[in-house]
């Protein structure tokens, strides 16, 4: 199995750059075969067709990559150093860590709503395996586009592509009232300028979209270690409430996914032209 997909423009006009790596859906016979959940289950974890919303981006000039592998399998929006002990063999405990402690590490333990994939450990072997064959050519290529983008056009913006459920934000108030359908997370302004963080922000409620900013998502291990906006690489997480355009108890597209699909290619065309404001030049 690759360890990704990567599309291309035919040519690259804007340093925005997109990354889907929750939505990988390629199981391994030999993980379905192991795991204690079934099928529908185990793709809880999934942020299911998020691939599918942002596959605009190349016709607006930006790269898209994205996962191949499922997060049950291996989670590429962890630190590779995020080893879970009470599933991996071998591993010391050291200090805590809540993602590593709820089970959700760089290999995880469980699937929402804390349910064992596994019966027993795994062993180091195995874990290092799948971080070798999949997170590290992951990163790398990551790190290859915002390293072009910076190259090309002076800064790198990622789009870190996620989605959550619905109860996720069940509990969250609004200021105009009304739940928000997208949560930005930004690390409270260590991951990206606030000026790129109000313009996606701008773009999405201009389509329509209640949005909120940090709560409950404010990003995870991509935003941390790739967010460097004095250095002009800025990364944005976003999350999108699920129900907007899947069922989730049957994973799968419900009858708003088209509409929906379209909403988000015009946002993708706005969010794309952040990446041209201040570079004239960029499509020459």
Not at 182 to 208: H, N, P, Q, T, Y
Request: net charge neutral; hydrophobic share 45%; with cysteine.
């Amino acid at each position: 199995m690759p360890a990704y997909n990567l599309t291309m423009p035919d040519l690259r006009t804007t340093a925005v750059v997109f990354a889907s790596p929750h939505s990988g859906r390629e199981y391994p016979w030999s993980f379905v075969r192991r795991t204690i959940l079934d099928e529908r289950t185990l793709r809880s974890s999934e942020d299911a067709f998020v691939d599918k919303l942002f596959d605009a981006a190349p016709q607006h000039g930006a790269p898209l990559l994205t996962a191949i592998a499922p997060r049950a399998w291996i989670d590429v929006n962890r630190s590779a150093e995020e080893l879970d002990p009470a599933l991996i063999e071998g591993v010391r405990r050291t200090a805590h860590n809540p993602r590593v402690a709820s089970g959700l590490g760089v290999v995880p333990r469980v699937v929402a709503n804390g349910r064992a994939i596994y019966r027993g450990k795994i062993t180091r072997k195995e874990a290092d395996a799948r971080i070798e064959e999949f997170w590290k050519p992951w990163h790398l290529a990551l790190e290859t586009l915002m390293d072009d983008s910076t190259a090309l056009f002076g800064e790198a913006i990622l789009i870190d592509c996620h989605s959550m459920p619905h109860e996720a934000i069940e509990t969250i108030s609004h200021p105009r009232g009304a739940r928000p359908e997208i949560v930005l997370g930004d690390r409270f302004g260590a991951a990206a300028g606030s000026d790129v963080v109000d313009k996606i922000e701008a773009a999405l409620s201009s389509a329509g979209l209640r949005v909120a900013r940090n709560a409950p998502f404010a990003g995870a291990f991509v935003t941390q270690n790739y967010g460097r906006p004095a250095r002009n690489r800025h990364v944005v997480q976003v999350e999108i409430d699920r129900s907007l355009y899947m069922n989730e108890q049957q994973v799968r597209p419900n009858n708003n996914f088209k509409a929906f699909k379209a909403l988000i290619d015009r946002v993708v065309a706005d969010v794309t032209d952040i990446g041209r404001a201040d570079m004239p030049m960029a499509a020459e």
